[in-house]
């Protein structure tokens, strides 16, 4: 079996961090709005498909500058706050398969974060920015996970997806991948794992410690081989 992490709010906790930024300079250009709902409407998107919500809501774009100043806060407080989600190397210790991570970041944030939260070394080189890689389409598309699944030679419904967010997740299946919905984030909400659930996840765990006994579990129900 193939285990495919996304990466901001699976196995680092950045999405609490990302949110709040947002929100704050969101409220500053006009468009009042909470970390939480940031997170519900626009986790797991793109600047740019963020954006295009927000400016046809508004009518207006965002000011020019805005996401560069966004990156630039994010990843100074990624730097300074970041964590690795818990119980992240623990389970890496006890999986019994191959891995990988599939997010919409760039190489360059991913690497930030995974060398922050010592989780560079136990994956690389199967890191895999959706942007970077295949047709470069972002989630959404199903374009990362298929194109991890392609470099480890695996059939789709042999790489299982954990993702917190309903976009990832309908990604996933698009590839043919199996997906395990994540809610363990510091930045889940009521309702997360219902979301997840209706977008396409088989199960929904909000404990890491729980993924190696729920991969056992739908490995054997499908028959899908180590």
Request: include cysteine.
């Amino acid at each position: 079996m193939l285990f495919v992490f996304d990466c901001d709010g699976v196995i680092v906790d950045s999405e609490i961090i990302s949110s709040a930024v947002d929100a704050e300079l969101l409220g500053e250009a006009g468009y009042p709005i909470s970390p939480a709902e940031v997170t519900r409407r626009f986790a797991g998107l793109t600047a740019v498909a963020f954006g295009d919500i927000i400016a046809a809501e508004t009518g207006r774009p965002l000011p020019e500058d805005f996401f560069a100043n966004a990156r630039a806060e994010i990843d100074r407080r990624l730097a300074a706050e970041l964590r690795p989600i818990a119980g992240i190397h623990d389970v890496l210790d006890r999986l019994d398969g191959r891995r990988c991570v599939c997010s919409n970041s760039s190489s360059k944030r991913l690497r930030i974060s995974l060398e922050k939260t010592r989780l560079y070394d136990r994956f690389r080189p199967y890191i895999f920015s959706a942007v970077e890689v295949g047709t470069h389409e972002p989630k959404p598309s199903p374009n990362v996970y298929a194109y991890a699944i392609e470099q480890f030679g695996v059939e789709p419904r042999e790489a299982l997806v954990i993702e917190d967010s309903v976009f990832g997740i309908r990604a996933a299946r698009s590839a043919g991948a199996r997906v395990i919905g994540f809610t363990g984030g510091s930045h889940t909400w009521p309702g997360h794992a219902d979301l997840l659930t209706e977008a396409g996840a088989e199960t929904v765990i909000n404990r890491l410690a729980d993924l190696p006994k729920v991969a056992e579990a739908l490995a054997a129900w499908e028959g899908i081989g180590d």
